[in-house]
């Protein structure tokens, strides 16, 4: 998404813009925005979901087969900060829906907040895996159950690989770099990554610089002990080679993962950087395209990105707890990941079910079940949605050479100031 500046001449309009979307955000909570499916059951549950309709539907129509006592009224969400910006405006407003996505990038807020009901005691919590647990725990409570985990590489196109002599994967970032050189020379347009959101590759080249302090390097930025600028200079001056070499637009600063997503089903570009998350949907969109990932390549070794992936929480001011718990008491279920599962081709960590995975995941699966992955949003302590927002914009910047990686870095450390009041 992008966070274009906006001049001051345009700022009152801005804000009254706001407003309207802020009442329309609420009215919108307040009738349910869509029906999932209709009936006439006693109990009421509404659902903001992080998932687009077509992969909700079968689930969410079992659960009302099993469930016809329960009504569902459905809302759907844009990720990533489209759909934390509305979810913030109804939870403070008073109009969230019962059972909403708690992520990384909102989790400190939610919990926080007190936004969300603690699902400690809930039977069925043993069913989620201890690091889906951990993720979304705050002083020895849980508030989301996360299904699965993520993993977020580089996703290449075997036949256009193969074209330019591709036999196995980078070792070192220079040698990520000489691939992407050799495939340009060849006339195929070698990566792409949107601009909405922080970059998998990124992502993946700070946790490299994470392993190297022992998994402390967030906590010891936020405490003082270093700072962005010693810890993502390196990172970000290997990263903006890419457009500084020639090897990615631009213009990609103002594309959506989603519009990656489809330039690669297409067949227009070699490989792009995603997560895990999107197999499903590219399979089948394309289905004759020959997948696979890669970790990303670093000067110390590779690594994934990745996270646990969001979870389903109730909230806490739910007046419909029941059918609340009922929700997502099925989502967590065998059958629930089971039919999301199919939709998603998502690495489950639930215990009572492991799925036959797609062939492509079958390098990221391993190290990521078990939890050996870095997300930024995930391991900043504190402010992760207002920190999130503004590495987005400055990357933005930076893609489109209006910044430098220097630059980027210290004006992450000046925002983190900032929000700590310093």
């Known amino acids: ?46 659902f903001y979901s992080w998932d687009n309709e077509a992969s909700m539907k079968p689930v969410l129509d079992e659960f009302k087969k099993e469930n016809p006592g329960i009504d569902l009224k459905v809302s759907y969400g844009t990720p990533v900060q489209g759909y934390i910006s509305t979810l913030q405006t109804r939870l403070n407003s008073g109009t969230a829906a019962d059972v909403f996505i708690i992520t990384a990038e909102n989790k400190t ?41 993520w993993g977020g590489g580089i996703l290449y196109n075997n036949d256009l690989l193969a074209k330019v002599g591709f036999n ?37 080249l700070v946790g490299l610089q994470n392993q190297a302090s022992g998994g402390t390097m967030d906590a010891d930025i936020w405490a003082g002990k270093t700072s962005f600028a010693k810890i993502w200079t390196g990172p970000l001056q290997d990263w903006d080679k890419l457009f500084a070499q020639g090897l990615e637009p631009s213009s990609v600063a103002a594309l959506t993962g989603d519009q990656v997503t489809t330039e690669f089903e297409k067949g227009s570009v070699a490989m792009i950087g995603t ?26 070794g590779t690594s994934w990105a990745g996270a646990v992936s969001p979870g389903y929480a109730i909230n806490a001011k739910t007046e419909h707890g029941a059918a609340a718990e009922k929700l997502v008491e099925f989502l967590q279920s065998k059958a629930g990941v089971e039919l999301h599962q199919k939709q998603s081709a998502a690495i489950t960590t639930t215990k009572d079910y492991t799925p036959q995975l797609d062939p492509a995941l079958s390098s990221m699966v391993p190290a990521v079940r078990a939890g ?31 910044s430098t990686p220097e630059k980027v870095a210290a004006a992450l450390d000046a925002k983190l100031s900032s929000l700590k009041g310093q």
């Open 1 to 46: 998404m992008l966070h274009p500046k906006k001049s001051l001449q345009r700022r009152g309009a801005s804000l009254a813009l706001a407003a309207v979307g802020t009442l329309l955000a609420a009215a919108a909570a307040l009738t349910g925005c869509s029906n999932a499916s209709g009936g006439s059951g006693g109990q009421t549950v509404s």
């Open 109 to 149: 807020d939610i919990m926080n907040g007190g936004f969300a009901k603690d699902l400690s005691g809930e039977p069925w919590i043993g069913n989620i895996a201890d690091a889906a647990k951990v993720t979304y725990t705050k002083d020895g409570k849980v508030y989301g159950a996360a299904t699965d985990s």
């Open 168 to 204: 196995a994967p980078p070792a070192t970032w220079n040698d990520f770099l000489a691939l992407c050189r050799k495939l340009k020379d060849a006339g195929i347009t070698p990566f792409y990554e949107g601009g909405d959101g922080i970059p998998v590759s990124l992502a993946a």
């Open 275 to 300: 997560g895990s998350w999107a197999l499903g949907g590219i399979q089948k969109a394309a289905p004759n395209l020959h997948l696979a990932f890669m970790p990303v390549p670093g000067a110390s």
């Open 372 to 402: 050996q992955f870095y997300l930024p949003q995930v391991a900043w302590p504190t402010n992760s949605a207002a920190m999130n927002t503004e590495t987005v914009s400055l990357l933005q910047q930076l893609i489109q050479g209006q």
